[in-house]
């Protein structure tokens, strides 16, 4: 069990070390494709292998390695993520009975790892991640069986980084442009992650910041077409576990004039990569053997033009240089997430309320639930709290609340941006999040949403005559009354909101009120109030003004 654990710390600390180093491999990233995602999808990979075995007890080391190479294939993102995995599972078939990991046992892994690898493309070139894991391999099996577990590894980390070296003498792609193979690199980081656990140096942890990936990093002409970066995980249909061949798939995407094919069977599951021009051609091909667990298509020409310096002449003015998820650490303690109506109430909520982000969702404050979980994952929290700020969005929160899977989500029951203000005022990030859950929800108590809007028609709203173009008094979600104009809704519903009690009225313009409309409201505040009051640009269309009442 000692020497098990001992292995769970060796993959954690690659694994760290690996995400710790992905922005740069991904600015390595020249061969097959200058795509600029090898650090990412690497990373991924290796997350996604993690995360299927860290909270899960082995009985043995070959047990262990086997589901963490079978998480691997799962995630597997890439050439090189799905090549990574291939070097893992053998690796873990070479070390399906060892006990000890003494240095008979790593041989046989490394030797495993090199034979699993080359098996699974089609075309190997050299000069590659591949490369490395060969040469690796070979030089670890020249160690002497009884040399010191630390030399052993030490003697590994050497050679590794002499193959990684000597990459661009093998690969004219990478010579041309002076950089080291990206998967390669990658695979490098990973095993100086576990021999970092093998010197007695412990767990590498993971970085707090990394450094920025902005694009432009190769500097090399692009010529032709890339196509699309097509990947799928099938889960085998009953008729072909145990019958289907790696040949079988490979000779029909050649078939297709597909490159850069990596195939794997893992008994139920089929997992491809491939560069194909036409990927639909290729899914539908791949669908006859089972159900879709994963597909990833990506248009290769595209983020050519992120990681090429000048872009690609292919491509017409794109800036996103990738879609991929980053791996979420929740790396901060407590986070607040708010609904406003404008980009205006936005720099105000975040700016001057402290809230961490906040969704503009615009004039009808109908943001999704994935709009939701996205926020979530930016502000990355192991806590967070959402004000929702209209009741039609409560709903959606909540239901991201229940979607959400690694932040403890708190939805507060605001339902105008008054209430989400003093919400927000309310928040203590000092505190637990019971206290904050208490306080931001008693908060809402302390306001009166008082909202101005013109009437578009005529209508009965709430048993009150609305006129076309007159305007209505709104409070809290409810209209209450109306007047020929907005000096005069002042003096008829305002004034019955303000008592000696008031503190302080916030007020948020909006586009339909201008210079005279807010003059005629300070000049009403001022003549009959001794209250104090805050004018906020709020920016929001529909009401001329939002005005919190504490």
Same mark, same amino acid.
């Given at each position: 069990?000692?020497?098990?654990?001992?292995?769970?710390?060796?993959?954690?600390?690659?694994?760290?070390?690996? *995400?710790?180093?992905?922005?740069?491999?991904?600015?390595?990233?020249?061969? /097959?494709? /200058?795509?600029?995602?090898?650090?990412t999808n690497m990373n991924l990979t290796a997350n996604n292998g993690w995360n299927d075995i860290k909270d899960n007890e082995y009985d043995s080391i070959g047990a262990f390695?086997?589901?963490?190479?079978?998480?691997?294939?799962?995630?597997?993102?890439?050439?090189?993520?799905?090549?990574?995995?291939?070097?893992?599972?053998?690796?873990?078939?070479?070390?399906?009975?060892?006990?000890?990991?003494?240095?008979?046992?790593?041989?046989?892994?490394?030797?495993?790892?090199?034979?699993?690898? *080359?098996?699974?493309?089609?075309? /190997?070139?050299?000069?590659?991640?591949?490369?490395?894991?060969?040469?690796?391999?070979?030089?670890?099996?020249?160690?002497?069986?009884?040399?010191?577990?630390?030399?052993?590894?030490?003697?590994?980390?050497?050679?590794?980084?002499?193959?990684?070296?000597?990459?661009?003498?093998?690969?004219?792609?990478?010579?041309?442009?002076?950089?080291?193979?990206?998967?390669?690199?990658?695979?490098?980081?990973?095993?100086?992650?576990?021999?970092?656990?093998?010197?007695?140096?412990?767990?590498?942890?993971?970085?707090?910041?990394?450094?920025?990936?902005?694009?432009?990093?190769?500097?090399?002409?692009?010529?032709?077409?890339?196509?699309?970066?097509?990947?799928?995980?099938?889960?085998?249909?009953?008729?072909?576990?145990?019958?289907?061949?790696?040949?079988?798939?490979?000779?029909?995407?050649?078939?297709?004039?597909?490159?850069?094919?990596?195939?794997?069977?893992?008994?139920?599951?089929?997992?491809?990569?491939?560069?194909?021009?036409?990927?639909?051609?290729?899914?539908?091909?791949?669908?006859?053997?089972?159900?879709?667990?994963?597909?990833?298509?990506?248009?290769?020409?595209?983020?050519?033009?992120?990681?090429?310096?000048?872009?690609?002449?292919?491509?017409?003015?794109?800036?996103?240089?990738?879609?991929?998820?980053?791996?979420?650490?929740?790396?901060?303690?407590?986070?607040?997430?708010?609904?406003?109506?404008? /980009?205006?109430?936005?720099?105000?909520?975040?700016?001057?309320?402290?809230?961490?982000?906040?969704?503009?969702?615009?004039?009808?404050?109908?943001?999704?639930?994935?709009?939701?979980?996205?926020?979530?994952?930016?502000?990355?929290?192991?806590?967070?709290?959402?004000?929702?700020?209209?009741?039609?969005? *409560?709903?959606?929160?909540?239901?991201?609340?229940?979607?959400?899977?690694?932040?403890?989500?708190?939805?507060?029951?605001?339902?105008?941006?008054?209430?989400?203000?003093?919400?927000?005022?309310?928040?203590?990030?000092?505190?637990?999040?019971?206290?904050?859950?208490?306080?931001?929800?008693?908060?809402?108590?302390?306001?009166?949403?008082?909202?101005?809007?013109?009437?578009?028609?005529?209508?009965?709203?709430?048993?009150?005559?609305?006129?076309?173009?007159?305007?209505?008094?709104?409070?809290?979600?409810?209209?209450?009354?109306?007047?020929?104009?907005?000096?005069?809704?002042?003096?008829?519903?305002?004034?019955?909101?303000?008592?000696?009690?008031?503190?302080?009225?916030?007020?948020?313009?909006?586009?339909?009120?201008?210079?005279?409309?807010?003059?005629?409201?300070?000049?009403?505040?001022?003549?009959?109030?001794?209250?104090? *009051?805050?004018?906020?640009?709020?920016?929001?269309?529909?009401?001329?003004?939002?005005?919190?009442?504490?």
């Amino acid at each position: 069990m000692e020497k098990l654990n001992q292995l769970k710390d060796m993959i954690l600390s690659g694994v760290n070390n690996l *995400y710790n180093n992905y922005p740069y491999i991904d600015k390595l990233n020249v061969f /097959p494709v /200058p795509d600029g995602d090898t650090g990412t999808n690497m990373n991924l990979t290796a997350n996604n292998g993690w995360n299927d075995i860290k909270d899960n007890e082995y009985d043995s080391i070959g047990a262990f390695l086997s589901a963490f190479s079978r998480g691997l294939i799962m995630g597997a993102r890439g050439n090189s993520g799905v090549i990574f995995s291939q070097i893992m599972k053998g690796l873990s078939k070479g070390m399906t009975d060892a006990s000890e990991l003494n240095v008979a046992e790593w041989k046989a892994a490394f030797v495993g790892a090199k034979e699993i690898a *080359y098996k699974a493309v089609m075309k /190997p070139v050299e000069g590659t991640i591949l490369t490395v894991i060969r040469e690796t391999s070979e030089a670890a099996d020249l160690i002497d069986d009884n040399t010191e577990i630390k030399e052993f590894w030490s003697k590994i980390i050497m050679a590794a980084n002499v193959s990684l070296e000597n990459t661009p003498n093998l690969l004219q792609a990478l010579k041309d442009v002076g950089v080291v193979d990206s998967g390669a690199y990658g695979l490098v980081k990973f095993l100086e992650g576990m021999d970092a656990v093998i010197q007695g140096d412990g767990i590498i942890q993971r970085l707090e910041k990394l450094e920025v990936n902005e694009g432009g990093n190769i500097d090399m002409e692009i010529e032709g077409e890339f196509g699309y970066c097509t990947e799928g995980v099938v889960m085998l249909s009953p008729e072909w576990i145990n019958k289907l061949q790696v040949s079988t798939i490979r000779d029909q995407l050649q078939i297709y004039g597909n490159t850069s094919m990596v195939v794997v069977i893992d008994e139920d599951i089929l997992k491809v990569h491939t560069h194909a021009l036409t990927p639909g051609q290729v899914l539908m091909f791949l669908q006859q053997y089972g159900d879709f667990r994963t597909i990833k298509v990506e248009n290769m020409n595209l983020q050519a033009d992120a990681q090429v310096k000048g872009g690609n002449p292919n491509v017409n003015s794109w800036k996103e240089s990738t879609s991929i998820k980053v791996e979420r650490n929740l790396k901060n303690e407590i986070a607040t997430i708010a609904v406003v109506s404008s /980009p205006e109430m936005k720099k105000y909520f975040e700016n001057e309320l402290g809230i961490d982000l906040a969704i503009d969702g615009g004039s009808k404050m109908n943001p999704s639930t994935n709009d939701f979980i996205k926020a979530i994952e930016e502000v990355d929290a192991k806590t967070v709290f959402i004000m929702p700020n209209n009741g039609n969005v *409560y709903l959606t929160a909540k239901q991201a609340e229940k979607e959400e899977d690694k932040s403890k989500v708190f939805v507060i029951p605001t339902k105008t941006i008054q209430q989400g203000m003093v919400s927000a005022l309310a928040f203590d990030a000092s505190t637990t999040a019971v206290k904050n859950n208490t306080a931001l929800t008693k908060a809402i108590k302390n306001v009166t949403s008082f909202s101005i809007s013109r009437a578009a028609k005529d209508s009965v709203v709430d048993g009150v005559k609305v006129k076309k173009n007159q305007q209505m008094a709104i409070i809290d979600g409810k209209i209450v009354g109306t007047a020929p104009s907005l000096k005069a809704l002042f003096e008829k519903e305002l004034s019955k909101c303000i008592t000696s009690k008031t503190e302080i009225v916030t007020i948020f313009v909006g586009q339909e009120a201008d210079a005279k409309n807010l003059s005629e409201l300070r000049k009403f505040l001022d003549e009959n109030f001794d209250v104090e *009051y805050e004018i906020v640009e709020g920016g929001q269309k529909i009401y001329s003004f939002i005005i919190g009442i504490e």
